[in-house]
T-cell receptor
Framework: QQPVQSPQAVILREGEDAVINCSSSKALYSVHWYRQKHGEAPVFLMILLKGGEQKGHDKISASFNEKKQQSSLYLTASQLSYSGTYFCGTGGHSGGGADGLTFGKGTHLIIQP | DAGVIQSPRHEVTEMGQEVTLRCKLISGHNSLFWYRQTMMRGLELLIYFNNNVPIDDSGMPEDRFSAKMPNASFSTLKIQPSEPRDSAVYFC??????????????FGPGTRLTVL
């Protein structure tokens, strides 16, 4: 089943913060976050594995609550380059290899100067 | 190091024709994924392989779609016969499962398919 992302779209001023949520009705093994700019391929941001960990690099971080079956992506002090569509992808039951991902419908993020 | 390579980048064909999309994995990667993206349905997983073995093809829409990995570094996705509703951007992605469980998927540039 497809994870549900919220909000569908958000418009920010440069320097503001944003939170994008991703929830699933299925038990999660992993959550992947990607960003896609118009006309380009999705680009990997980070992966979170079950265990409730939080990850981050630069001003983008994410959390994964296994019990609640949800993940959140945090963008702080947003920059113009953060504009794009953010997708969460959920992996299933991996034990012996990589999993194909089920992606949410995406969150469109627009950063204005 | 070269990324995932897809060809052709654009394909325009007529309904009923056979279409073959090609993908070359990043050297050393052992997992291959085919996704399709449309405005209506978003980014959908079609099929994926681990070590050349198809693991899950439940996303393949119909028998008209087939995918193969003739060797460890190359894959094809064939649509025969094609229909207008197959129009989409088709991405392949490759990855390598590390000991920590990380398997970042590297996406190719995509093939934009238009079926008239």
């Amino acid at each position: 089943q497809q994870p549900v992302q919220s909000p569908q779209a958000v418009i920010l001023r440069e320097g503001e913060d944003a939170v994008i949520n991703c929830s699933s009705s299925k038990a999660l093994y992993s959550v992947h976050w990607y960003r896609q700019k118009h006309g380009e391929a999705p680009v990997f941001l980070m992966i979170l594995l079950k265990g409730g960990e939080q990850k981050g690099h630069d001003k983008i971080s994410a959390s994964f609550n296994e019990k609640k079956q949800q993940s959140s992506l945090y963008l702080t002090a947003s920059q113009l380059s953060y504009s794009g569509t953010y997708f969460c992808g959920t992996g299933g039951h991996s034990g012996g290899g990589a999993d194909g991902l089920t992606f949410g419908k995406g969150t469109h993020l627009i950063i204005q100067p | 190091d070269a990324g995932v390579i897809q060809s052709p980048r654009h394909e325009v064909t007529e309904m009923g024709q056979e279409v073959t999309l090609r993908c070359k994995l990043i050297s050393g990667h052992n997992s291959l994924f085919w996704y399709r993206q449309t405005m209506m349905r978003g980014l959908e997983l079609l099929i994926y392989f681990n070590n050349n073995v198809p693991i899950d093809d439940s996303g393949m829409p119909e028998d008209r779609f087939s995918a193969k990995m003739p060797n460890a570094s190359f894959s094809t996705l064939k649509i025969q016969p094609s229909e207008p509703r197959d129009s989409a951007v088709y991405f392949c992605a490759s990855s390598f499962l590390t000991g920590t469980g990380n398997y970042e998927q590297f996406f190719g540039p995509g093939t934009r398919l238009t079926v008239l």
